[in-house]
């Protein structure tokens, strides 16, 4: 797949880290065995709630899953405390 933008990243009502990517889509991610899904009706990927892991560990494992999304100066970020949106930033810029 083409790299691709995050348009926006969240934490819904249900403590699920969801990711939505600009234009790819990931129907068959559930094949790969890492708890990583797809909602197609919603377009975006998602992790369980956290149990043992943290949000920056789902966001890690999501991102090295997937490997073909990036951050942009225009990504949304909902319901996400500002200290985890800094340590996603400074994961992301680290791993370029």
Do not use: C
Request: glycine residues 4%.
């Amino acid at each position: 797949m083409s790299a691709d933008f995050i348009i926006e990243i969240s934490i819904d009502e249900q403590g699920r880290l969801l990711i939505y990517p600009e234009k790819n889509t990931y129907p068959m991610i559930y094949r790969e065995g890492v708890e990583v899904h797809w909602d197609s009706k919603g377009g975006y990927l998602f992790s369980p709630k956290p149990r043992e892991w943290t949000y920056l560990d789902w966001f890690k494992h999501i991102i090295s899953t997937v490997k073909d999304l990036q951050l942009s100066p225009v990504t949304r970020w909902s319901n996400f405390p500002e200290n985890l949106k800094a340590d996603v930033i400074k994961w992301m810029n680290e791993t370029k």
